[in-house]
């Protein structure tokens, strides 16, 4: 294998995750070694969400080139920024976008060779399908790559590698987004809405199963928008159902749902259907109108509450996160206060803030009305300091009640996992305490009780296995 081994670092969220691991299958299956021990190339799947994701995918990038190690650079910077972070980082012995993870294996060789790879040369992804959903669908034919879908082949043939040994493991429903946030730069770089043949994503599961997954996190820019494409908006409501009945699996999870196209055949099935996760990601971004109007998104807080309303009459005990963007250009006293309006009487269990930045290439760039840097960052500390003071109020509020949680980790004295309503990365979670601990194993699904809380955090005192195939309920 000398010469052939290759590390996989990944940045960003949970769709780069998945990606990662169909490059790993490439890879593994070209006969390269996968290993972070003196490798001969360093693959970075960068981040080019915001700044900060920027910086990050470039510290990797410049820390990778000083280990000696050819480095290439794939993901989402690489494909929103090409030839420019190519002349800019000369560090990076390769930059390559989407389109070329097919071709990965032998990109690498040409590299460790000496070759000089082109690099990619960026482009409105949106423009590379058509522009009706359902158009859409006939160039994605079965068994052929799906032009769009990052390292995602359209035939049943799962091609991945798991890179952990996690009992929770995402699966990509989807890839793009048809939505015109003012304010984001994914769907330029990301691409247009292209849904998953369930078929694919039912035999992906079944092979995460098989490799010891427990939780499955469905993943893509926009999950509410699943089906459109292929010609039945409510396919999410069949596939869910169908994902949480496979064998071995325990909980499905979905994320990225978009408030405004919420339904209630799809609140009714994540409120009521066993083995699926009562568990709403919601990004509200903020409830002035006037401010979504601007951000070219739909609500207010009187429809956001009315929506959560409609969660909780399905499912009381529901959990639900979301993230706000304050500081937006136009915002105004009035706006600020709109939302923390909202945010109380919201009860929401996890909440990220994020201060308003620009984004290259987007409508909000160019908005009249930016405000200075340092109301901003005013703002986000005022709406931190009360998202942190609720979302404890919202965990307290938990005490008593009895939660599914998936174990993640063991060591000696100390039992941590997720509950229902606990997502990983992005939320808190739960410590078991109490009798019976001692004989959990890493994947185990047990019944708790909420004994305590810290920040958004729980505690839980264990009651009962849920896992009688693997083992006993315990007295």
């Not at 010891?212 to 396919?235: A, I």
């Not at 601007?294 to 609500?299: C, I, L, Y």
């Amino acid at each position: 294998m000398t010469g052939r081994r290759v590390s996989l670092v990944t940045l960003g969220c949970a769709r780069n995750e998945v990606d990662s691991e169909e490059l790993a299958g490439r890879l593994d299956a070209a006969g390269w070694e996968l290993s972070d021990d003196e490798p001969d190339v360093v693959v970075v799947n960068t981040c080019g969400f915001v700044e900060s994701a920027k910086k990050d995918s470039i510290d990797t990038l410049l820390a990778a080139s000083d280990t000696g190690a050819k480095v290439v650079a794939v993901g989402c910077l690489a494909e929103r920024y090409g030839e420019q972070l190519a002349e800019q980082l000369p560090e990076a012995d390769a930059v390559l976008g989407f389109d070329a993870y097919a071709a990965l294996p032998e990109s690498l060789s040409q590299v460790l060779r000496g070759d000089t790879l082109a690099s990619h040369t960026p482009g409105d992804r949106r423009k590379l399908l058509p522009i009706s959903p359902v158009e859409r669908a006939k160039v994605m034919e079965p068994g052929e790559v799906s032009v769009g879908i990052p390292g995602h082949a359209g035939g049943p043939t799962v091609v991945r590698r798991r890179l952990d040994d996690s009992p929770v493991a995402p699966l990509k429903l989807a890839s793009g987004c048809d939505r015109r946030c003012s304010f984001c730069a994914i769907p330029s770089f990301r691409g247009a809405f292209v849904s998953r043949r369930p078929s694919d994503v039912l035999a992906e599961a079944r092979w995460l199963a098989e490799h010891g997954v427990r939780e499955l996190v469905l993943v893509s820019e926009n999950s509410t928008s699943y089906g459109k494409d292929l010609g039945d908006l409510r396919l999410l409501e069949t596939l869910l159902p169908e994902l949480a009945g496979l064998d071995g699996i325990e909980r499905v999870r979905l994320s990225y749902l978009q408030p405004a196209e919420m339904r209630p055949g799809l609140v009714e099935v994540l409120t009521g259907t066993p083995g699926v996760a009562p568990y709403f990601d919601m990004s509200f971004q903020h409830s002035s109108a006037s401010v979504l109007r601007r951000m070219r998104r739909f609500g207010s807080t009187e429809t956001f509450l009315a929506l959560l309303e409609q969660i909780r009459a399905g499912d009381p005990t529901a959990a639900v996160r979301s993230n706000v963007i304050v500081g937006f250009p136009g915002e105004t006293e009035d706006d600020v206060a709109e939302l923390e309006r909202f945010l109380v009487a919201a009860r929401l269990d996890a909440i990220g803030v994020f201060g308003y930045s620009d984004e290259d290439g987007t409508e909000a760039e160019g908005l009249p009305d930016h405000l200075p840097q340092h109301v901003v960052d005013e703002r986000v500390t005022r709406v931190q300091s009360l998202v942190e003071e609720l979302t404890s109020q919202r965990a307290e509020e938990r005490l008593g009640e009895q939660v599914e949680v998936l174990v993640e980790s063991v060591a000696p004295g100390a039992v941590d996992g997720r509950s229902a309503g606990q997502a990983p990365e992005v939320d808190g979670a739960t410590t078991l305490t109490g009798p019976g601990c001692d004989v959990l194993a890493v994947g185990d699904l047990v019944r708790a009780r909420v004994i305590g809380s810290e920040g958004v955090d729980l505690i839980a005192e264990l009651v009962e296995l849920h896992s009688p195939a693997r083992r006993p309920a315990l007295a």
